[in-house]
């Protein structure tokens, strides 16, 4: 799962990284870009992991599934 932030007081948006380095990334922009606000804004969440093969290996399955059916009708 990949975490990205999103300032609650401008349009800044963190890179899609961990939910920890996330929050260090919104600490050290609010102390360097609003550093009399208190911290708000939001962390998105993307369910998908931008650095694995999700989703060529939910096409695998699916083709082996195929196949098994496919061997089982015979
Ligand atoms: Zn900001």
């Known amino acids: 799962m990949a975490h990205r932030y999103r300032?609650?007081?401008c349009r800044?948006?963190?890179r899609w990284t961990t939910e920890s380095?996330?929050?260090d990334l919104a600490a050290a922009h609010y102390?360097?870009?609003?550093?009399?606000l208190v911290l708000g804004?939001?962390?998105e969440i993307n369910q998908?992991?931008?650095?694995s093969l999700g989703c060529l290996s939910m096409l695998g399955?699916?083709?082996?599934?195929?196949?098994?059916?496919?061997?089982?009708?015979r």
């Open 12 to 14: 800044f948006a963190t």
């Open 21 to 23: 380095e996330v929050g």
């Open 48 to 51: 998908k992991n931008p650095n």
């Open 41 to 43: 804004g939001i962390v």
């Open 61 to 73: 399955i699916a083709f082996l599934l195929l196949v098994i059916v496919a061997t089982c009708r």
């Open 31 to 36: 102390a360097e870009n609003h550093p009399r």
């Open 7 to 9: 300032c609650g007081e």
